[in-house]
Nanobody, 124 residues
Framework: QVQLVESGGGLVQTGGSLELSCTAS????????MGWYRQASGKQRELVAI???????DLNDSVKGRFLISADHAKNTVYLRMNSLKPEDTAVYYC??????????????????WGQGTQVTVSS
């Protein structure tokens, strides 16, 4: 099991910045990637940014050039620096961790873990 604890978030004006952080604990040795998803009211959850153990990054096109994801693997912590925030960035942001393990007879098996979510509100 992996537990994720998020911090950061809050209320900010358009054009402002916020930083989210998420620390994993528990069975962290199998974590392959960590990142952030968000869910706005009435919409589906979407990927914001993810970084894997090889430092490969995937970003939602809508946040490219504005958001930065980084990780401190020694601390099992991932950070999301959000700049030039827009009202459309308003959502609950969820930390995510993907753990991979090898199961005899099944091969590589992935398991996803989620944080409790933190609200980000951008006022116009």
């Amino acid at each position: 099991q992996v537990q994720l604890v998020e911090s950061g978030g809050g209320l900010v004006q358009t054009g402002g910045s916020l930083e989210l952080s998420c620390t994993a604990s528990g069975n962290t040795e199998h974590i392959h990637a960590m990142g952030w998803y968000r869910q706005a009211s009435g919409k589906q959850r979407e990927l914001v940014a993810i970084i894997n153990s090889g430092e490969m990054i995937d970003l939602n096109d809508s946040v490219k050039g504005r958001f930065l994801i980084s990780a401190d693997h020694a601390k099992n912590t991932v950070y999301l620096r959000m700049n030039s925030l827009k009202p459309e960035d308003t959502a609950v942001y969820y930390c995510n961790a993907e753990a991979r393990s090898w199961v005899i007879g099944k091969g590589s098996v992935s398991q996803m873990y989620w944080g409790q979510g933190t609200q980000v509100t951008v006022s116009s």
